[in-house]
């Protein structure tokens, strides 16, 4: 059902952008980066957080790594990251297809200012095996997304999704 709302979101929205599927994996940066054939910074990773009561989606570079002290100072909480059913029941979209189109429910979309370092980014498009290439202003545009600054990013590796420097492990998925 994901692939399929996302690609009932771009014939109603942008007729010409098309959804482009991968016979391997893409359900991390690294496997992304290699399916679509762009370094893992242009994977445009979708991030499904919890700050207080409100869901938001934060939509960032790959190679970007969530700055809770900005994330915090900007929403007014702490973000935590949704568990996997979580995502999957608040998004219609498994993990590693997260992607700010086709939404089970509406919810705020964030772009990061990391995004802005290129012309083209590759973002998930409902499933393990499926994205679009599209500019990251025209992303924000069908999503009514607002332009944020919380992110560091890291432009030499893969840098994980989500960490804090008092917290544990960080997300390397991509959304």
Not at 4 to 20: D, G, H, L, Q, T
Not at 30 to 47: H, M, N, Q, S
Not at 84 to 104: M, N, Q, R, S, Y
């Amino acid at each position: 059902m994901s692939l399929e709302s996302v690609r009932a979101f771009f014939a109603e929205k942008a007729p010409e952008i098309s959804v482009i599927e991968s016979a391997v994996s893409s359900a991390t940066v690294v496997l992304a980066a290699e399916a679509y054939g762009v370094e893992p910074a242009r994977i445009a990773k979708t991030l499904s957080l919890r700050i207080g009561e409100r869901v938001v989606l934060i939509v960032a570079a790959g190679t970007s790594r969530m700055d809770n002290k900005k994330v915090k100072a900007l929403f007014g909480g702490k973000p935590k990251m949704l568990g996997l059913d979580e995502v999957a029941e608040i998004t219609g979209h498994e993990v590693g297809g997260v992607c700010p189109f086709g939404l089970k429910t509406p919810l705020p979309v964030y772009c990061d200012v990391s995004l802005r370092a290129f012309d083209v980014v590759v973002p998930a498009a409902g499933s393990t095996h499926s994205a679009v290439k599209i500019t990251p202003a025209r992303m924000a545009e069908l999503t009514s997304a607002e332009w944020v600054d919380v992110c560091e990013h890291r432009p030499e590796r893969e840098a994980p999704a989500y960490s804090s420097s008092s917290e544990g492990e960080g997300c390397t998925g991509r959304g």
